[in-house]
């Protein structure tokens, strides 16, 4: 019963005391009471979750189980923070100064071969299948890579998917000198897309296609291209780990992981509730339109015949190490990274917890 039983002897021993007495008993049960009270505040662990990018609906499936309160069930006292950047969360979890992050694991590929002795690894897969994508006006002339080909593309110069671009261009026979790219802000993006400014752009699907649509342009005229459709066999983003963290505190890791898992398959099961997440944090977000990306995120990049099949949250070493073979084809590696010494699936909940119903 743990504080509840000395504290039910406590009130018997007050009732049957004399009145100073009970004054004074009174004041012990009232300290006791203020522990008990604060008791779970004292047992929560806290931990800092970095995001890497602005709250939008995707990112329901970290604010889910921080609002439920599956995190605190599991003793942990979360702080999620967004980013500006996708290198942000790795620099901050190798730093130390995060422990736990959500980065893109390509990212962390190349960083760990520059950085071998970096204090940072993958623990959960995410996006099994990564978002990344160029969406192009079909009016423009493009549906489909080769047509890219004396076009412009807009693309934000810091983000995942233009890092991918020269491999996409690779896989798909697309001479990158016949391509002008154009850098510009995430802000702009789309409604530059929109007026015809630019011919396609490159960035994360449900962020850039939905956009596209919320501006009115027509959907029959908006061309989705996902680079893991067209050859690419590259993960997307994972749950990063600061190592030593994990070293000194597996088992915090691990119900981290146990609350994420839980709070994903609960978005997964009802994402418009999920949105409402979004919606307290944002007053400027569309329901609609969060619910529409978050749907989009958790339907072609969550929940791929891979994640179906082997469940939530692991990888296949073979196609982790078949993903660096290309990205050694426009990459040159220094040092290239062992699979495991990048993806660590200790910390994942058992596989029953794991599988989609």
Request: charged share 25%.
């Given at each position: 019963m743990g ?5 039910v ?6 009732a ?13 049960l ?14 929560q ?6 995001l ?7 990112e329901?499936?970290f ?70 994508a ?39 026979s ?9 850098k510009i ?157 990048i ?11 794991r599988k989609?119903?």
């Amino acid at each position: 019963m743990g504080l509840l039983a000395p504290l039910v002897r406590l009130f018997t021993a007050v009732a049957a005391a004399g009145t100073h007495v009970r004054l004074r008993t009174a004041a012990t049960l009232a300290a006791t009471l203020a522990i008990l009270i604060a008791w779970p505040a004292l047992a929560q662990t806290r931990i800092k979750f970095t995001l890497d990018g602005p709250i939008e609906g995707p990112e329901a499936l970290f604010l889910v189980p921080h609002d439920r309160g599956y995190f605190k069930t599991e003793g942990l006292d979360v702080t999620i923070d967004d980013a500006l950047s996708p290198l942000d969360p790795i620099l901050r979890v190798a730093s130390g100064g995060y422990e736990l992050g959500f980065a893109d694991i390509n990212a962390l590929i190349k960083y760990r071969d520059q950085h071998p002795s970096a204090a940072i690894k993958a623990i959960y897969m995410v996006y099994n299948k990564p978002p990344y994508a160029i969406v192009a006006r079909k009016s423009r002339g493009i549906t489909e890579p080769r047509q890219l080909e004396g076009k412009k593309i807009g693309a934000p110069a810091a983000g995942s998917t233009f890092a991918q671009w020269p491999l996409f261009a690779k896989l798909n026979s697309i001479e990158l000198s016949k391509v002008t790219i154009e850098k510009i802000g995430i802000p702009v993006r789309a409604p530059m897309l929109a007026a015809g400014q630019i011919d396609a752009a490159l960035g994360s699907s449900f962020r850039l296609y939905v956009d596209l649509k919320d501006r009115g342009v027509p959907v029959d005229d908006i061309v989705l291209m996902p680079m893991a459709s067209y050859g690419m066999k590259l993960y997307g983003n994972t749950i990063v780990v600061n190592s030593k963290f994990a070293d000194e505190k597996p088992d915090l890791v691990k119900s981290f992981l146990r609350a994420f898992n839980r709070g994903l398959k609960q978005t997964i099961r009802n994402p418009a509730e999920a949105v409402e997440a979004i919606l307290r944090r944002d007053d400027s977000a569309k329901k609609d339109v969060e619910i529409e990306r978050l749907r989009m995120a958790i339907a072609e990049n969550v929940l791929t015949p891979e994640v179906k099949a082997d469940g939530l949250g692991d990888i296949e070493i073979a196609r982790l190490e078949q993903s660096m073979d290309q990205m050694a084809l426009v990459y040159t590696f220094k040092s290239r990274p062992k699979p495991e010494a990048i993806f660590d699936r200790a910390f994942l909940p058992p596989l029953d917890q794991r599988k989609v119903n």
